[in-house]
Antibody
Framework: EVHLVESGGGLVQPGESLILSCAASGFTFSDHYMDWVRQAPGKGLEWVGRVRKKANSYTTEYAASVKGRFIISRDDSKSSLYLQMNSLKTEDTAVYYCARTEVVGPHYYFDYWGQGTLLTVSS | DIQMTQSPSSLSASVGDRVTITCRAS??????LTWFQQKPGKAPKSLIY???SLQSGVPSKFSGSGSGTDFTLTISSLQPEDVATYYC?????????FGGGTKVEIK
C-alpha cells in the first residue's frame, strides 16, 4: 500500500528557513516524479513544484511564487522527498502535501497524497 | 499560466440527486485534467485522470467528460459520504494549476 508521510512543519518567523520531508513507502520511489502541493488555511490547492526521476536527471519545476526561494530534492536511497524553504513569508503559511505522480501514456497525474504538514509563518 | 475556473463554487443537493460540476480552462489542455475529492481535514483523493478515466478503486458513480477547455464531473447519485470539496487540475503545462473548488453539501 502506498504511504506518503510528511514531517517538519511548525511555526517559524518571516525570513527564516525550514526543510520539510516526505517519507514514501509501498512503491518503488525512484520510479516516480514527486511533487509538493500546498493549501493555505481555508483556501484551495496550489502546486508548489516537482522533481523528476533519475532518468530525467532529477530536474525540477517550480511555481512562480516560490521559484528562487524553495528547492525540491529527493534521496532515492531513503525513499524521501524534501522541500527546502528559504526566505519564508507569511503567505507561505499552509498545509504542505507531497504527492506521487503516476504516468499512464501521456498522462502525468497525482494519484497518491500524504496527509500534509502545517507550516505557519508568523512573527 | 492556464486558469481553471470551476462552477458552481458550492451546491446543495438531495440524497440520490445527480450532481454536475464544471471546470473551464483558459486555453486548450487536450484531456490533461484530473478531478480530486477533498473531505474536511483530509488530503485530496484522486478520482479521475485524463478527463474521463476512473482512478482505481473509485466508485463508478463518479464520471468525467470533456476535452479542450470544458470539462464536467458528475456524481450519478449523491450520497452523504460524497460531501466534500471537489477540485479540477490541469497538467497540460507548467505551472500545474487547480480550479478554485466546488463545495458539495446535502440539502
Amino acid at each position: 500500500e502506498v504511504h506518503l508521510v510528511e514531517s517538519g512543519g511548525g511555526l517559524v518567523q518571516p525570513g527564516e528557513s525550514l526543510i520539510l520531508s516526505c517519507a514514501a513507502s509501498g512503491f518503488t520511489f525512484s520510479d516516480h516524479y514527486m511533487d509538493w502541493v500546498r493549501q493555505a488555511p481555508g483556501k484551495g490547492l496550489e502546486w508548489v513544484g516537482r522533481v523528476r526521476k533519475k532518468a530525467n536527471s532529477y530536474t525540477t519545476e517550480y511555481a512562480a511564487s516560490v521559484k528562487g526561494r524553495f528547492i525540491i530534492s529527493r534521496d532515492d536511497s531513503k525513499s524521501s522527498l524534501y522541500l527546502q524553504m528559504n526566505s519564508l513569508k507569511t503567505e507561505d503559511t499552509a498545509v504542505y502535501y507531497c504527492a506521487r505522480t503516476e504516468v499512464v501514456g501521456p498522462h502525468y497525474y497525482f494519484d497518491y497524497w500524504g496527509q500534509g504538514t502545517l507550516l505557519t509563518v508568523s512573527s | 499560466d492556464i486558469q481553471m475556473t470551476q462552477s458552481p463554487s458550492s451546491l446543495s443537493a438531495s440524497v440520490g440527486d445527480r450532481v454536475t460540476i464544471t471546470c473551464r480552462a483558459s486555453q486548450g489542455i487536450n484531456n490533461y485534467l484530473t478531478w480530486f475529492q477533498q473531505k474536511p481535514g483530509k488530503a485530496p483523493k484522486s478520482l479521475i485522470y485524463g478527463a474521463s478515466s476512473l482512478q482505481s478503486g473509485v466508485p463508478s458513480k463518479f464520471s468525467g467528460s470533456g476535452s479542450g477547455t470544458d470539462f464536467t464531473l458528475t456524481i450519478s447519485s449523491l450520497q452523504p459520504e460524497d460531501v466534500a470539496t471537489y477540485y479540477c487540475q490541469q497538467y497540460g503545462s507548467y505551472p500545474l494549476t487547480f480550479g478554485g473548488g466546488t463545495k458539495v453539501e446535502i440539502k
